[in-house]
């Protein structure tokens, strides 16, 4: 079986997962230098649009090559818009296993978009790809994450001690590192039943392999 993901979309009813281009930049720049992103994620501050230039044009498409992961730009099927990042990495192509991670912009936080995005890529890997195990990581204080994490079905399997930098911001407005527990999760193919069971709505996904 190949050891690389394929260029690939994803489709749910209301969002269209696919490869990001140059055409993201703007909003890519916009949404990564929100106060939130900034806090649990380990993009850098500020993030400008030659970072995400960079992270669109070379970083993603080394990581796919590679086999590493795989990163996919989440939009709105009816407006196109740009509305967040999932992102697949540390894959075991022997175990079938990868990590995934979500980012969604502030204006487009409270629609349920992270956990769509999420079970859809899910879906994805297990059935198109074959795999059997997808592991996440939140932060002890990233209540939000934690939530998509429950709702797509996810197990809680500990806590690793002081493994996450987190940021807060200083007094003079910059940001400093400060360490945080990982919670770790994991999500099997049978775990997906319940998932489905929270997404009846959201109708079928689709996958079109060789994205162009």
Not at 48 to 76: C, K, M, S
Not at 168 to 173: E, F, K, L
């Amino acid at each position: 079986m190949s050891s690389t993901f394929p260029n690939v979309s994803i489709s749910t009813e209301r969002l269209v997962l696919r490869p990001l281009d140059e055409d993201d930049v703007p909003a890519m720049a916009e949404m990564m230098n929100d106060e939130q992103i900034a806090a649990w994620t380990d993009v850098p501050q500020p993030f400008t649009e030659n970072g995400a230039r960079h992270w669109i044009t070379a970083y993603a498409p080394a990581e796919r090559a590679a086999g590493r992961g795989l990163d996919l730009a989440v939009t709105e099927f009816l407006t196109q818009r740009l509305v967040g990042i999932v992102q697949l990495t540390k894959t075991n192509w022997h175990l079938r296993s990868t990590e995934l991670s979500y980012i969604i912009a502030p204006w487009a936080r409270g629609e349920g978009y992270a956990s769509e995005a999420a079970l859809a890529t899910a879906h994805w890997l297990f059935g198109d790809q074959k795999f059997e195990r997808i592991e996440l990581r939140t932060a002890a204080g990233n209540t939000a994450s934690q939530q998509v994490a429950q709702k797509i079905g996810c197990i809680s399997e500990g806590v690793l001690r002081n493994a996450c930098i987190a940021h807060v911001r200083t007094a003079d407005g910059t940001w400093t590192d400060t360490r945080t527990d990982f919670i770790v999760w994991s999500l099997l193919p049978e775990d997906l039943e319940g998932g489905d069971e929270q997404f009846a709505d959201t109708g079928d996904f689709t996958s079109y392999s060789d994205w162009n």
